[in-house]
Antibody, heavy 130, light 109 residues
């Protein structure tokens, strides 16, 4: 059974960089897209961005200038960095796996993102405060 | 990208059905058959209930069904049970991005 676990500081000062790591166990990080998703207290879900195991990324346009997602396949981990944080970045941060179906055409197969997030971490609350 | 629009709340008595709508645009819901639905109980991580508009992951009861017409997707919960009381979120692929809905709180009366 695939399991995801977020780790990192629970308190970050304004203007500093939020850093979180997601460790994947029970399965390989290879061949999937992996996302970060956040949820401010009492509010809805917001997709932050994804990384493919090969390293290609895509970010929410509203956060793109401040977000970096990276992957370490040797450790079965991927990470999130969010710079210049403010109180508005206070949220529960989740890591999640995209189902990543592959579609084959003309002898080649291509991964597709956006099919649905089938495994989630338990979430970690990050508070931005001085 | 703007959040998909869901009604803030929905309710039904045990055994009844409830349907939640999720309205987007031709750039997300209407443009792709990649709409998913999530159930979230308080203090818990979301759980995938429906993917690719109408497909159910293994272990999800067939009381949960999904559909789409134009720019609006829907989740129907039939035969409501007490444990179905939760927040529900839709999500759609939006051309290399993903966007979530505003969320709907389902109450079992």
């Amino acid at each position: 059974q695939v399991q995801l676990q977020e780790s990192g500081p629970g308190l970050v000062k304004p203007s500093e960089t939020l850093s979180l790591t997601c460790t994947v166990s029970g399965g390989s990080i290879s061949s999937y897209y992996w996302s970060w998703i956040r949820q401010p207290p009492g509010k809805g879900l917001e997709w932050i961005g994804y990384i493919y195991y090969s390293g290609s990324t895509n970010y929410n346009p509203s956060l793109k200038s401040r977000v970096t997602i990276s992957v370490d396949t040797s450790k079965n981990q991927f990470s999130l960095k969010l710079s210049s944080v403010t109180a508005a970045d206070t949220a529960v941060y989740y890591c999640a796996r995209d189902r990543t179906p592959y579609y084959c055409s003309g002898g080649s197969c291509y991964p597709r993102s956006g099919s649905g997030f089938d495994y989630w971490g338990q979430g970690t609350l990050v508070t931005v405060s001085s | 990208q703007s959040a998909l629009t869901q009604p803030p709340s929905a309710s039904g008595s045990p055994g009844q059905s409830v349907t939640i709508s999720c309205t987007g645009t031709s750039s997300d819901v209407g443009g792709y058959n990649y709409v998913s639905w999530y159930q979230q109980h308080p203090g818990k991580a979301p759980k995938l209930m429906i993917y690719e508009v109408s497909k159910r992951p293994s272990g999800v009861p067939d009381r949960f069904s999904g559909s789409k017409s134009g720019n609006t997707a829907s989740l129907t919960v039939s035969g409501l049970q007490a444990e179905d009381e939760a927040d529900y979120y839709c999500s759609s692929y939006a051309g290399s991005n993903n966007v979530f809905g505003t969320g709907t709180k389902v109450t079992v009366l």
